[in-house]
């Protein structure tokens, strides 16, 4: 499986959520599109707990950590402050070490790839103050904008996962290079708040917790398992929101 397939996955996937017709417009109201960039730091433990990945580099081991998680999203309102949405990222992490066993050296590299999409549900608090006068020819008798517009929400969330790891052998055979993918369900409750730039433009603080896992098949020369590996973790970032039904 080539490298880039998970990338192209995410902006097939993204594309999906972005494309939408004349005619669905015309039926439903939506809200915003909105792209952003967060900080996402899922458990892996079983990688980075019990897996190979903890004899690379003389016993030291090496982690699969948190990256920046590019990501795109529109909304669809449903009733006042109530919208549907849809969020798709792509977040990559790879670790890589060395290993000597019987006097053979070999290199080897673990890349993870995994494209979180979900359907979010959000509610906005007070998502804009009335004015104090009722005078239509008055501009203060237009709602207002508050500050910051807080909001909450939960998500069902499916997650797709490609791994590919490689393995260099110094000298001799052995040399790997193999790839495994999947999907699975999980659950995002995510918290934040909104400000007002410009004209239809706001700047989201988006704090969410994912809630899920995976199955991952471990073979060795005898015997294959599956290990559960847990995606939960905390994810923080900002987000630029075209607002269209303002």
């Known amino acids: 499986m080539k490298k880039n397939s998970s990338y192209l996955r995410f902006l097939a996937l993204a594309g999906g959520l972005l494309s939408v017709s004349t005619a669905s417009l015309a039926q439903v109201n939506l809200n915003s599109i909105s792209v952003g960039a967060s900080y996402w730091k899922p458990s892996l433990d079983y990688w980075n707990q019990r897996s190979l990945l903890t004899d690379y580099n003389g016993g030291q081991g090496a982690t699969l950590g948190g990256q920046v998680m590019p990501h795109v999203a529109l909304e669809v309102g449903l009733a006042k402050g109530l919208s549907l949405g849809g969020r798709a990222g792509y977040w990559r992490s790879s670790a890589a070490g060395n290993l ?14 995994i494209i979180p999409v979900s359907l979010d549900l959000t509610y906005r608090f007070n998502p804009a103050r009335p004015a ?14 508050p500050f910051v517009v807080p909001y909450v929400g939960v998500g069902l969330s499916r997650y797709f996962i490609n791994n590919t790891f490689t393995r260099t052998v110094a000298s001799g055979s052995g040399s790997v290079n193999e790839s495994q993918s999947g999907n699975n369900y999980g659950v995002q409750v995510f918290a934040g708040a909104e400000r007002k730039l410009v004209k239809k433009l706001y700047l989201a603080l988006d704090v969410r917790y994912h809630l899920g896992s995976y199955n991952q098949l471990v073979q060795t020369e005898s015997t294959s398992t599956a290990e559960k590996v847990s995606l939960n973790g905390l994810e923080a970032g900002l987000a630029l929101r075209l607002k269209l039904a303002e």
Do not use: F, H, Y
């Open 132 to 145: 104090a006068t009722t005078d239509a020819s008055d501009q203060s008798a237009k709602p207002k904008t």
């Open 100 to 113: 000597s066993t019987g006097g053979v050296n070999r290199s080897e590299k673990l890349t993870l790839a």
